[in-house]
Structure formats: structure tokens, C-alpha cells
């Protein structure tokens, strides 16, 4: 299989920097998802979620079958996976609605009675077919990672493109790690998603701190770093996960460090804080295929 222009793109952006060169900030900027949290499919969710789909329009008197539900929901959330990378590209993108999730995207083909049904579900509904759909668990030195910009007086933010913010919160909650967190950012709550610099503008305003002494870390190239470098945040960071490596479409910007795992970040954080000087981290790329 030939290597695609935009995994080529993914290797060229690995630029590692000595973390003397990173500067001291005075707030953490987070992506959830691959940053803080890492999930996994979990296996036979769409029928699970075509049933919760199902009942849900009974209880109303709209009877669809469950094989349909879960033909439109697989086709929906598809076109929804499409909207988001063509999304990407513009400058100041703004972010759907709950209603045109539901009614443009995965209830289109359905009767009009049954996509008002679930449109008028909104977020809650939204965020129930997210977590029959996926496990959430914390990516490894996330707790220190907090802990550690609390001792240093760091402030901390999530910024995140998610179509039902209402389950962030929730899975902060549940995963013990909101406390550690001065302010969340989503993209349904706002209007706006990344790559607009907005995001993280709010972010950074909403913690008062100047944007160019924030540290944003994110995990895509297209909207993490993209938005990062339109915000113009002192420094751009990646945590690699499984959309790192995959763009989908060659993308110019580069971060200033990818490390493996949230824990990469604790000796860059120290070091910054300290002013000690460098820490360890590799002298130049590493193949991301391999």
C-alpha cells in the first residue's frame, strides 16, 4: 500500500524542540478526546443505540423499526464523519446544531413526525448514543499531569469539538479529573469548532490568562495544531493517538512537540516551570508508521 500525502504530511510534522525553548505558561489548553480521554468502539452499539432510538419514538407514538433506525443512524453519523473533515478546512467554521444533527444528518430519510421526535431529544439524546457507542478511559499521566499544573500554579482548560459537551463534563465527573480543571470549552455549547481560533481565545479568556502564554495540546493535525497556531498560543503540543498519524488531508502547520502520551508532557511542563533547562525528548522525528 502507498503511503497517502497526508500520512506523509503527519511524519514531516513531528518537530521536536528542547523543552528550554518551550515558553513558561501560565495555562494548559487540553483537547478531550486522545488527550485526556482515550476510547474504545464498543462491540454492537448501533443496534443498542437503534433501540434506544426505537423507544424513544414509541414513547411518542412514532413506530420505527430497528433495522431502520440503525441503517439511518450508521449513514448519519458516516455523512457526520465526512462534514467534519471537509469542516476543517475553512477558516472560522461553525458548528451544527443539535437540531440539523439530528434532522440533516442522522434522521434525514425518517418520517417528519419521527425526526422532530428526536430532534427535540437534543444534546441528551446525542450524548446517550455517544456512550452506548464508546468506553472512555484516562490516557496514562493525566491525574500527574493536572496535579502537577496545579503545584505550579498553571491554570487548565479543555477546548474540544463535541457534538454533546453535556457527556464531557459528565466523563470528567466520573473519571475523578474535574476538579483539576478551571473552565471547559465546547464546540455545541459555543458555536464555533476548531480549527477557529475562537475556541481557544475564549478558553484563555475565560482563565485570564493571554493567549500567548497558553499551551495548547491537541491530537489532529487539521484541527488541534491548525487552530493553535490561528489562536497564536505561546506553544502547540500533540499527545500521538489514533488520529494523529491519519489526516485527512496534507496540512502545513506543525506542532512544536508530539510525545507518545500525556506523561511526555510532565518533564516539559517541569522543566518550563523550573527554567532548569532541557528535558529528555527525542532529538528529531521518528517514523509514525512504525
Keep these: ?167 464531557h463534563r459528565a466523563l470528567l465527573r466520573d473519571h475523578g479529573l474535574a476538579d483539576g480543571v478551571g473552565v471547559e470549552i465546547y464546540s455545541d455549547e459555543v458555536g464555533i469548532r476548531k480549527p477557529h481560533p475562537g475556541m481557544l481565545h475564549l478558553a484563555a479568556g475565560a482563565l485570564g490568562v493571554p493567549i500567548g502564554e497558553c499551551w495548547f495540546v491537541g491530537d489532529t493535525l487539521d484541527r488541534d495544531v491548525v487552530a493553535g497556531r490561528r489562536a497564536g498560543v505561546g506553544a502547540v503540543l500533540v499527545t500521538r493517538a489514533e488520529r494523529t498519524d491519519h489526516p485527512p488531508y496534507p496540512v502545513v502547520e506543525r506542532p512544536d512537540v508530539v510525545v507518545d502520551t500525556p506523561e511526555g508532557l510532565l518533564p516539559l511542563l517541569a522543566a518550563s516551570v523550573s527554567g532548569s533547562g532541557p528535558a529528555s525528548v527525542p532529538d528529531g522525528p521518528t517514523d509514525p508508521s512504525g
Excluded: C, K
Design 1 to 167: 500500500m502507498h503511503r497517502s500525502e497526508a500520512a506523509e504530511a503527519a511524519e514531516a510534522a513531528e518537530v521536536y524542540v528542547p523543552a528550554g525553548a518551550l515558553p513558561r505558561p501560565r495555562a494548559l489548553l487540553l483537547d478531550f478526546a486522545g488527550v485526556i480521554l482515550e476510547s474504545v468502539e464498543r462491540p454492537g452499539w448501533r443496534t443498542r443505540a437503534a433501540e434506544l432510538l426505537h423507544r424513544h419514538l414509541a414513547d411518542a407514538g412514532h413506530h420505527q423499526p430497528v433495522e431502520r433506525l440503525e441503517t439511518s443512524l450508521g449513514a448519519g453519523l458516516a455523512a457526520l464523519h465526512d462534514w467534519r473533515n471537509a469542516a476543517g478546512r475553512r477558516r472560522e467554521p461553525v458548528e451544527l446544531t443539535h437540531r440539523e444533527i439530528w434532522e440533516d444528518f442522522i434522521a434525514s430519510d425518517l418520517p417528519a413526525p419521527a425526526r422532530a421526535r428526536l430532534a427535540a431529544g437534543g444534546a441528551r439524546l446525542l450524548g446517550e448514543v455517544t456512550l452506548l457507542r464508546r468506553e472512555y478511559r484516562t490516557r496514562p499521566g493525566i491525574p500527574e499531569l493536572l496535579r502537577a499544573a496545579a503545584g505550579a500554579g498553571v491554570r487548565v482548560g479543555v477546548v474540544s469539538n463535541a457534538h454533546a459537551g453535556l457527556v
